[in-house]
């Protein structure tokens, strides 16, 4: 366990002396050192520190742990509701990766930014619900409060359970004037989309709203590979 060096990767990322960005030299050092087994808790101290640039990088290092973020789940609701762009914006790709049913409050949360101001975490939002695994929707589902964003992912619950979902229900929800509403038609779209039927996410990919189109593309492309 690389006690020494990890904490002193910690101190020069806290005092900005080895580089001024969320990914450089010393975060990606201290990532090798969290797998060779450095205790991820001691991230604490970048997540807590109340520096932007610091918090920024601790979240970073948090989304590439994987599961190993797991004891530092209870730090995320605040790093979801950071002001800061980039650190919402990891906080969902730890949510993503490092929870299950025991965590719906986390989950919820993520699915409200749904409405966040940014396009960048509405986009990541996006992401989350066409990757999710069906015990996080469904437990994201059950800690909702009612309103609109609940109803929308019962909805995308209950299409993944038919065996033949009416895709017109999902296009006219694609077309409509509702940004919410579009973006979660177009994460049912992606469910319901693989290699031998991508016509859903050929359609979003049509779609005004370029933050629906350039996900249906990227989509796309990746079932095409």
Do not use: C
């Not at 980039?86 to 409200?112: C, K, W």
């Not at 939002?125 to 999710?132: K, W, Y």
Request: proline share 5%.
């Amino acid at each position: 366990m690389q006690t020494q060096a990890g904490d002193d990767l910690i101190e020069r990322i806290r005092t900005h002396s080895a580089d001024d960005t969320v990914v450089g030299p010393a975060a990606n050092d201290l990532l090798s050192e969290l797998f060779a087994g450095y205790p991820v808790e001691n991230l604490q101290r970048l997540l807590r520190s109340g520096d932007d640039a610091a918090v920024g990088t601790g979240t970073w290092l948090l989304s590439e742990l994987g599961e190993r973020a797991a004891p530092l789940l209870d730090e995320v609701p605040a790093l979801l509701a950071h002001p800061l762009r980039r650190v919402r914006y990891f906080a969902i790709e730890v949510v993503l990766l490092s929870t299950d049913a025991a965590h719906g409050p986390v989950i919820a949360q993520v699915m409200n930014l749904s409405r966040d101001p940014e396009r960048a975490i509405r986009g990541k939002v996006l992401e989350f619900l066409a990757e999710a695994a069906d015990d996080q929707l469904a437990a994201g589902a059950a800690a909702l409060e009612p309103g609109q964003v609940k109803e929308l992912v019962e909805w995308l619950i209950r299409l993944d359970g038919e065996e033949e979902p009416d895709p017109r229900d999902i296009v006219a929800r694609l077309e409509g004037p509702d940004p919410v509403a579009r973006l979660f038609a177009a994460a049912a779209a992606a469910h319901l989309s693989d290699a031998e039927d991508m016509n859903l996410l050929r359609h979003a990919a049509t779609a005004e709203d370029e933050e629906i189109s350039s996900f249906a593309r990227r989509q796309l492309g990746e079932l095409a590979e």
